[in-house]
């Protein structure tokens, strides 16, 4: 991203977006009962595995405990020690999980971004590294960064961002919400359609910024000149 210093904060004029929006009022809770924060963990269905976000989660959890209710949608990632784990979830029933949620942290997936500030949330987003063996390519990270520095999105990508970010919100929920707008399905549509275009802008910069030692290793003639 270092090339991208000067225009990360310039956002698309796709994602422009007006001044800051109210949040969103918490949802009313039983002044009788406990307190618990009903926390939404997306991994998305992408076929490679998530185990640091799994992993991070789960260390977090040990010593949150009771205080918050999970629900864990962690695809191909095998999530044993974390309760209310689910592999995947169907688009009614994510819809439903995503507006009973008070914090929703998810991967760096356009369409997981859009439906969970639709719902209301300020994501707390951990990007899938391809170094990792993650995802194929790094355009959630490109994306997220472009959101995080916009403040659209609140950007993790060390375990202990994602922990503070946690923590904060498991303190004050309201800090990651935003207006929620349910009705804007047209709106939502015309978004995806212009989040796609973006990242594949993304994407064909990032690959026109690789060493030329890559594209060489690619292309099989370097494998061949190193055995």
Same mark, same amino acid.
């Given at each position: &991203?270092?090339?991208?210093?000067?225009? +990360?904060?310039?956002?698309?004029?796709?994602?422009?977006? *007006?001044?800051?929006?109210? @949040?969103?009022?918490?949802?009313?809770?039983?002044?009788?009962?406990?307190?618990?924060?009903?926390?939404?963990?997306? #991994?998305?269905?992408?076929?490679?595995?998530?185990? =640091?976000?799994?992993?991070?989660?789960?260390?977090?959890?040990?010593? +949150?405990?009771?205080?918050?209710?999970?629900?864990?949608?962690?695809?191909?990632?095998?999530?044993?020690?974390?309760?209310?784990?689910?592999?995947?979830? %169907?688009?009614? !029933?994510?819809?439903?999980? &995503? /507006?009973?949620?008070?914090?929703? #942290?998810?991967?760096?997936?356009?369409?997981?971004?859009?439906? !969970?500030? =639709?719902? %209301?949330?300020?994501?707390?987003?951990?990007?899938?590294?391809?170094?990792? %063996?993650?995802?194929?390519?790094?355009?959630?990270?490109?994306?997220?960064?472009?959101? %995080?520095?916009?403040?659209?999105? +609140?950007?993790?990508?060390?375990?202990?961002?994602?922990?503070?970010?946690? +923590?904060?919100?498991?303190?004050?929920?309201?800090?990651?919400?935003?207006? !929620?707008?349910?009705?804007?399905?047209?709106?939502?549509?015309? /978004?995806?359609? =212009?989040?796609?275009?973006?990242?594949?802008?993304?994407? @064909?910069?990032? !690959?026109?910024?690789?060493?030329?030692?890559?594209?060489?290793? =690619? *292309?099989?003639?370097?494998?061949?000149?190193?055995?």
């Amino acid at each position: &991203m270092s090339g991208e210093t000067g225009t +990360a904060r310039r956002l698309h004029p796709a994602l422009s977006v *007006s001044p800051p929006e109210p @949040a969103r009022l918490p949802r009313q809770r039983d002044a009788t009962a406990a307190i618990r924060v009903g926390l939404l963990i997306a #991994v998305g269905t992408d076929k490679h595995p998530f185990h =640091r976000l799994v992993d991070w989660l789960a260390q977090w959890h040990a010593q +949150a405990g009771d205080q918050v209710g999970l629900t864990v949608q962690h695809g191909h990632t095998p999530a044993p020690q974390v309760p209310g784990a689910v592999p995947f979830l %169907g688009h009614d !029933a994510l819809q439903r999980a &995503m /507006a009973d949620a008070d914090l929703v #942290v998810c991967h760096g997936g356009p369409a997981t971004i859009l439906e !969970a500030r =639709r719902h %209301g949330h300020l994501p707390i987003v951990v990007p899938r590294d391809p170094a990792r %063996g993650e995802h194929v390519d790094d355009h959630q990270q490109l994306f997220a960064r472009r959101l %995080g520095a916009a403040g659209l999105v +609140a950007l993790c990508e060390t375990r202990e961002a994602l922990h503070d970010a946690l +923590a904060a919100g498991l303190a004050d929920p309201s800090r990651y919400a935003v207006t !929620a707008d349910p009705g804007a399905h047209e709106a939502r549509r015309a /978004a995806v359609a =212009r989040v796609g275009q973006i990242v594949e802008d993304l994407v @064909a910069q990032s !690959a026109r910024r690789q060493p030329w030692w890559r594209a060489w290793t =690619r *292309s099989g003639r370097g494998v061949e000149e190193t055995r």
